[in-house]
């Protein structure tokens, strides 16, 4: 079992810049792979960025790339996502999931989820 909790949203200017923040409970978080998803109001959640367990590998939404990047800390049990050039587009609640195995970029192939930080960017 694993327990996630989100930090580190808020409000921010177009063209700001956040990091938000997920800490894991247990013993095995480096066995697991993470992923940051995002939802809008009235929308699907959408993938963003996903680390592979040992940090090795990384991958984005093209939405983000260049924009974003995702991290991970093992010894901390904590996982990052240093979002800059924010753009209004951006605004959501972002969530982070972990899945034990492969990252993936879906979010029916991850197995637990924090409960999200909102994330708000005004123009």
């Known amino acids: 079992q694993v327990q996630l909790e989100e930090s580190g949203g808020g409000l921010v200017q177009a063209g700001g810049s956040l990091r938000v923040s997920c800490v894991a409970s247990?013993?095995?978080?480096?066995?697991?792979?993470m992923g940051w998803f995002r939802q809008a109001p009235g929308k699907e959640r959408d993938f963003v960025s996903a680390?592979?367990?040992?940090?090795?590998?990384?991958t984005y939404a093209d939405s983000v790339k260049g924009r974003f990047t995702i991290s991970r800390d093992n010894a901390k049990n904590t996982v990052y996502l240093q979002m800059n050039s924010l753009k209004p587009e951006d605004t959501a609640v972002y969530y982070c999931?972990?899945?034990?195995?492969?990252?993936?970029?879906?979010?029916?192939?991850?197995?637990?989820w924090g409960q999200g930080t909102q994330v708000t960017v005004s123009s």
């Open positions: 680390v592979s367990w040992s940090g090795g590998r990384t």
């Open positions: 247990g013993r095995t978080f480096d066995l697991y792979a």
């Open positions: 999931a972990a899945r034990f195995g492969d990252i993936a970029v879906v979010p029916q192939d991850y197995s637990y």
